[in-house]
């Protein structure tokens, strides 16, 4: 396990092995210690308050003299409002059965009321149950899941740890024990909250992914001074008593504003974000409308059922950025994830129902019909019902989006556009076999018994074969091996299918499966879906295979000519252009005529234009400066009857792998060659950025152009015997480039070429 990540940028590393050991079970102790404070060191009153106005907001007995909405000004000999305004004061404790004087404030009357303290009592300890303090276990196991389980101990794993504690912390401490001052929780509630601020709003920064990287001085310096702002709420030293809601306010809408710039700005994030937001609504949905009828029907129980929803709010952060590391428990969650959502909002439903009858009538054969009704409602539910619901919420909320028996329908279309292995094989691990649930696999390619691993997925070192027993392999497949058969003396026990990939009788490679969600079986009618899929592959791979023979061959091809060129232009260059120079050196005065010179000046021109035609001297100086130069020289040969205007921004990189300036070089060379001889252009410009991870050129001329309704591809193009622009497409495809082209009749041409960074190498 590793062991030094820093806390915050510029701090000194934590010791992960005591964070992870003692941090959970302090924090539990924490919350099991005011969880006894709340039930058994609380003032049993009989009635509660608002902390702010005072008002009589419950009444738990059924004795007279208080009333709702009556402001209490003094209980016993205790002052609400010096109470109040004294963080550290004691609340009064009656007896039980004390009758103890209450002075309030009723329509502008002072009045005083002799009061009965009941004791603990069956409503008011309902009211302490069903409120959000159980909530706090809920973000106290999420932060405890991420301690245990996320990896890398990394600045957004100990930001996932202090958001879920510390707003454990303060549900339990605002669960009622700030409201009386127990054991110093109204303190410790400011405290919390004020930590809150930068821990919400920093987690957000960089949850799901970052947004920028933050200076580590302002990180600390924040920290620090919320740090000497919660040293200040425990000498009451701030001005405003409930400054802590506004703060805690803010840390809710400034999270939730980050999250909305996460996804205007990170596109890639909107998939996690949409998780997380649906959740939020299946959280909050049901608790709105389960608490609503709760305080109308006045029942405190099922107001507090309100809260059942929301323990989904903590775990969705922890899914949506970590689903991916949850190996063998992900379909186990998925389907718990579905059981909770479907019986929250299954029990929001019934309530409703319940609730409404209930008030609507009087009658006892009707609430009791509606509630046969809604139990049998709530079983056809969830016998034919549930398995609809999860449906829905993996292929639409947690995205499992292709249904297993469309799966060879959706890969047949998908595997038409993959004309690479590397795109066939990405299809297939990030698509394909995750709807399947398949964690472990290994493609393997036999060509004349020789084994090539294209894609090894899920499984560990040890578990990696450079070869395996073919013999062994074959006598295995298409069966299901079950776990007990292998022993792990066998070079491949990880294996639970082997599936060959064949086209007709030839043997192209194996497909070999392992570990898969839940319990890494493979039934008959699953295998027959991957075999499918193992066909289509085949049959993919072996197209594939011939288009990269054949690319490979037309690269080898243009590499010939362009060596051919460089060849031909050295042999002017260092000889015929030298033979021409000691030709003319031992020619005297009087044997060169004027005609001969200017003979001789010609053909020594005409062979320097084709030496730089051949191979461009400038281009050992970069693209641009030889793009400018074929700019000049195209103008010179036209007597500057064609103006060629070159506007190129760079960084001066260089693209020497695999002749990508050449091949750029060309393109342009092409491109420019076809507006001056075909299109009777008058101007062409060249535009584009040429950077170290990025290269845009665009080639656009002002010539009559072409009819395009019949299509631009190369087939089309060589069809129309445009051969040389159909040259530019296959030259692009050479270097994964993308090369398009537009044109219109009498509006001119546009060649656009493309490259994408990490496409090349610099």
Same mark, same amino acid.
């Given at each position: 396990?590793?062991?030094?990540?820093?806390?915050?940028?510029?701090?000194?590393?934590?010791?992960?092995?005591?964070?992870?050991?003692?941090?959970?079970?302090?924090?539990?102790?924490?919350?099991?210690?005011?969880?006894?404070?709340?039930?058994?060191?609380?003032?049993?009153?009989?009635?509660?308050?608002?902390?702010?106005?005072?008002?009589?907001?419950?009444?738990?007995?059924?004795?007279?003299?208080?009333?709702?909405?009556?402001?209490?000004?003094?209980?016993?000999?205790?002052?609400?409002?010096?109470?109040?305004?004294?963080?550290?004061?004691?609340?009064?404790?009656?007896?039980?059965?004390?009758?103890?004087?209450?002075?309030?404030?009723?329509?502008?009357?002072?009045?005083?009321?002799?009061?009965?303290?009941?004791?603990?009592?069956?409503?008011?300890?309902?009211?302490?149950?069903?409120?959000?303090?159980?909530?706090?276990?809920?973000?106290?196991?999420?932060?405890?899941?991420?301690?245990?389980?996320?990896?890398?101990?990394?600045?957004?794993?100990?930001?996932?740890?202090?958001?879920?504690?510390?707003?454990?912390?303060?549900?339990?401490?605002?669960?009622?024990?700030?409201?009386?001052?127990?054991?110093?929780?109204?303190?410790?509630?400011?405290?919390?909250?004020?930590?809150?601020?930068?821990?919400?709003?920093?987690?957000?920064?960089?949850?799901?992914?970052?947004?920028?990287?933050?200076?580590?001085?302002?990180?600390?310096?924040?920290?620090?001074?919320?740090?000497?702002?919660?040293?200040?709420?425990?000498?009451?030293?701030?001005?405003?008593?409930?400054?802590?809601?506004?703060?805690?306010?803010?840390?809710?809408?400034?999270?939730?504003?980050?999250?909305?710039?996460?996804?205007?700005?990170?596109?890639?994030?909107?998939?996690?974000?949409?998780?997380?937001?649906?959740?939020?609504?299946?959280?909050?949905?049901?608790?709105?409308?389960?608490?609503?009828?709760?305080?109308?029907?006045?029942?405190?129980?099922?107001?507090?059922?309100?809260?059942?929803?929301?323990?989904?709010?903590?775990?969705?952060?922890?899914?949506?950025?970590?689903?991916?590391?949850?190996?063998?428990?992900?379909?186990?969650? #998925? *389907? +718990?994830?579905?059981?909770? $959502?479907?019986?929250?909002? &299954?029990?929001?439903?019934?309530? %409703?129902? /319940? !609730?409404?009858?209930?008030?609507?009538?009087?009658?006892?054969?009707?609430?009791?019909?509606?509630?046969?009704?809604?139990?049998?409602?709530?079983?056809?539910?969830?016998?034919?019902?549930?398995?609809?619901?999860?449906?829905?919420?993996? #292929? *639409? +909320?947690?995205?499992?989006? $292709?249904?297993?028996?469309? &799966?060879?329908?959706?890969?047949? %279309?998908? /595997? !038409?556009?993959?004309?690479?292995?590397?795109?066939?094989?990405?299809?297939?691990?990030?698509?394909?076999?995750?709807?399947?649930?398949?964690?472990?696999?290994?493609?393997?390619?036999?060509?004349?018994?020789?084994?090539?691993?294209?894609?090894?997925?899920?499984?560990?070192?040890?578990?990696?074969?450079?070869?395996?027993?073919?013999?062994?392999? %074959?006598?295995?497949?298409?069966?299901?091996?079950?776990?007990?058969?292998?022993?792990?003396?066998?070079?491949?026990?990880?294996?639970?299918?082997?599936?060959?990939?064949?086209?007709?009788?030839?043997?192209?490679?194996?497909?070999?499966?392992?570990?898969?969600?839940?319990?890494?079986?493979?039934?008959?009618?699953?295998?027959?879906?991957?075999?499918?899929?193992?066909?289509?592959?085949?049959?993919?791979?072996?197209?594939?295979?011939?288009?990269?023979?054949?690319?490979?061959?037309?690269?080898?091809?243009?590499?010939?000519?362009?060596?051919?060129?460089?060849?031909?232009?050295?042999?002017?260059?260092?000889?015929?252009?030298?033979?021409?120079?000691?030709?003319?050196?031992?020619?005297?005065?009087?044997?060169?005529?004027?005609?001969?010179?200017?003979?001789?000046?010609?053909?020594?021109?005409?062979?320097?234009?084709?030496?730089?035609?051949?191979?461009?001297?400038?281009?050992?100086?970069?693209?641009?400066?030889?793009?400018?130069?074929?700019?000049?020289?195209?103008?010179?040969?036209?007597?500057?009857?064609?103006?060629?205007?070159?506007?190129?921004?760079?960084?001066?990189?260089?693209?020497?792998?695999?002749?990508?300036?050449?091949?750029?070089?060309?393109?342009?060379?092409?491109?420019?060659?076809?507006?001056?001889?075909?299109?009777?252009?008058?101007?062409?410009?060249?535009?584009?950025?040429?950077?170290?991870?990025?290269?845009?050129?665009?080639?656009?001329?002002?010539?009559?152009?072409?009819?395009?309704?019949?299509?631009?591809?190369?087939?089309?193009?060589?069809?129309?015997?445009?051969?040389?622009?159909?040259?530019?497409?296959?030259?692009?495809?050479?270097?994964?480039?993308?090369?398009?082209?537009?044109?219109?009749?009498?509006?001119?041409?546009?060649?656009?070429?493309?490259?994408?960074?990490?496409?090349?190498?610099?």
């Amino acid at each position: 396990m590793q062991n030094s990540h820093p806390n915050t940028p510029g701090q000194k590393p934590l010791n992960n092995q005591a964070l992870i050991h003692i941090l959970p079970w302090a924090v539990f102790s924490i919350l099991l210690l005011y969880t006894y404070a709340k039930f058994f060191e609380h003032p049993y009153y009989g009635f509660r308050w608002d902390a702010g106005t005072q008002e009589i907001t419950a009444i738990y007995t059924g004795q007279d003299g208080l009333q709702v909405k009556d402001r209490i000004i003094q209980i016993g000999p205790m002052n609400l409002v010096d109470f109040e305004s004294r963080y550290w004061s004691k609340i009064y404790m009656p007896e039980k059965g004390e009758i103890i004087p209450v002075i309030m404030e009723r329509n502008g009357q002072e009045l005083t009321v002799p009061w009965k303290t009941p004791g603990p009592n069956p409503n008011e300890i309902l009211d302490l149950l069903f409120n959000e303090s159980w909530i706090a276990i809920a973000f106290w196991g999420a932060g405890t899941l991420a301690l245990f389980n996320l990896r890398p101990m990394d600045e957004r794993w100990q930001l996932m740890i202090a958001f879920n504690y510390l707003t454990a912390l303060w549900l339990i401490l605002g669960s009622g024990l700030s409201h009386y001052h127990i054991w110093g929780s109204n303190v410790f509630l400011r405290i919390a909250v004020w930590f809150c601020l930068p821990v919400y709003l920093h987690l957000h920064w960089v949850f799901p992914k970052p947004l920028s990287k933050l200076p580590p001085r302002l990180v600390q310096g924040v920290y620090a001074v919320v740090s000497l702002v919660a040293i200040a709420e425990c000498f009451q030293l701030l001005p405003d008593d409930n400054t802590f809601l506004t703060v805690l306010a803010l840390a809710f809408f400034a999270s939730l504003a980050l999250l909305f710039i996460h996804g205007i700005f990170q596109r890639e994030a909107r998939r996690e974000l949409r998780i997380l937001g649906i959740a939020a609504v299946l959280a909050l949905v049901p608790a709105i409308i389960i608490g609503i009828i709760g305080s109308i029907s006045g029942l405190p129980a099922l107001a507090g059922g309100a809260l059942l929803s929301l323990p989904l709010l903590p775990f969705a952060y922890f899914y949506t950025v970590y689903r991916r590391q949850l190996g063998g428990l992900e379909i186990r969650i #998925n *389907r +718990i994830i579905s059981i909770y $959502i479907f019986l929250s909002l &299954l029990l929001t439903l019934l309530a %409703t129902v /319940i !609730v409404i009858t209930t008030m609507n009538s009087s009658s006892n054969e009707a609430i009791i019909l509606a509630s046969l009704g809604s139990s049998l409602f709530a079983v056809i539910m969830a016998f034919w019902g549930f398995p609809i619901f999860q449906t829905f919420v993996e #292929n *639409r +909320i947690l995205g499992l989006p $292709i249904p297993k028996t469309q &799966l060879p329908d959706q890969y047949s %279309t998908r /595997i !038409v556009t993959s004309n690479t292995i590397s795109h066939l094989l990405l299809l297939l691990k990030e698509e394909i076999l995750p709807n399947l649930l398949v964690r472990q696999f290994v493609f393997l390619k036999v060509e004349n018994s020789a084994q090539q691993a294209l894609l090894t997925v899920g499984l560990k070192d040890d578990e990696i074969r450079e070869e395996y027993r073919l013999s062994d392999l %074959t006598a295995s497949m298409g069966n299901y091996i079950p776990d007990y058969l292998n022993s792990p003396a066998r070079p491949h026990a990880w294996v639970r299918l082997i599936l060959p990939l064949k086209i007709g009788d030839a043997f192209i490679g194996l497909w070999l499966f392992g570990r898969r969600d839940p319990d890494d079986l493979y039934s008959q009618a699953e295998i027959s879906i991957l075999q499918t899929l193992a066909n289509q592959t085949a049959i993919a791979l072996s197209y594939v295979l011939q288009t990269e023979q054949l690319k490979s061959i037309y690269q080898d091809g243009i590499s010939r000519y362009e060596d051919e060129r460089m060849r031909l232009a050295l042999i002017l260059h260092d000889s015929i252009l030298n033979e021409l120079a000691v030709l003319r050196m031992n020619l005297s005065e009087a044997e060169t005529t004027p005609a001969f010179q200017q003979a001789y000046e010609k053909l020594k021109g005409q062979i320097r234009e084709i030496i730089v035609d051949l191979r461009p001297p400038m281009l050992d100086y970069g693209l641009k400066p030889a793009i400018e130069e074929l700019g000049t020289s195209l103008m010179e040969r036209s007597n500057k009857k064609i103006k060629i205007i070159v506007e190129i921004e760079t960084d001066d990189s260089r693209y020497q792998v695999n002749n990508v300036e050449e091949h750029i070089f060309r393109i342009v060379q092409e491109a420019c060659e076809n507006a001056a001889r075909h299109a009777q252009a008058k101007i062409i410009r060249i535009t584009g950025r040429l950077f170290a991870g990025e290269i845009s050129l665009s080639v656009t001329d002002d010539g009559i152009g072409f009819d395009t309704r019949s299509g631009l591809g190369i087939d089309t193009l060589v069809k129309q015997k445009h051969f040389g622009l159909a040259g530019i497409l296959k030259r692009a495809q050479l270097i994964g480039a993308e090369a398009s082209i537009h044109s219109e009749v009498q509006k001119g041409t546009g060649v656009q070429i493309i490259l994408k960074p990490n496409d090349f190498i610099i």
